[in-house]
């Protein structure tokens, strides 16, 4: 968490293997498991908002750390990226506070 009490989410995307986890798994799962997340930061951070009586956001932090550029990222995981911020905008737009690359 931040100083200031807002929740943070770290995302490793250097030691994460998207090509695995799609073959893995449907797209349903794993856009459900990102809605997941999302919904559980949302509830943390309206938790938080409530008790302190002062706006809490979710703080997303993308360690990028041994990411090839070059390489890319798998197109199927791409895709449930875009699905999974398209709803987010939607279903949690209090969520869209900073990412921190």
């Given at each position: 968490e931040t100083k200031s009490g807002n929740p943070v989410y770290c995302i490793r995307a250097?030691?994460?293997?998207?090509?695995?986890?799609?073959?893995?798994?449907?797209?349903?799962?794993?856009?459900?498991?990102?809605?997941?997340?999302?919904?559980?930061?949302?509830?943390?951070?309206d938790e938080r908002t409530r008790r302190t009586r002062k706006l809490h956001k979710l703080v997303t932090v993308n360690d990028l750390n041994h990411v090839s550029l070059m390489a890319g990222t798998d197109k199927r995981f791409q895709k449930v990226l875009g699905e999974s911020s398209k709803m987010s905008e939607t279903l949690y737009p209090q969520l869209l506070d900073r990412a921190v690359l």
């Open positions: 250097g030691i994460s293997n998207p090509s695995a986890m799609m073959d893995a798994h449907t797209k349903d799962e794993v856009l459900t498991f990102m809605m997941y997340r999302k919904e559980i930061g949302f509830l943390i951070a």
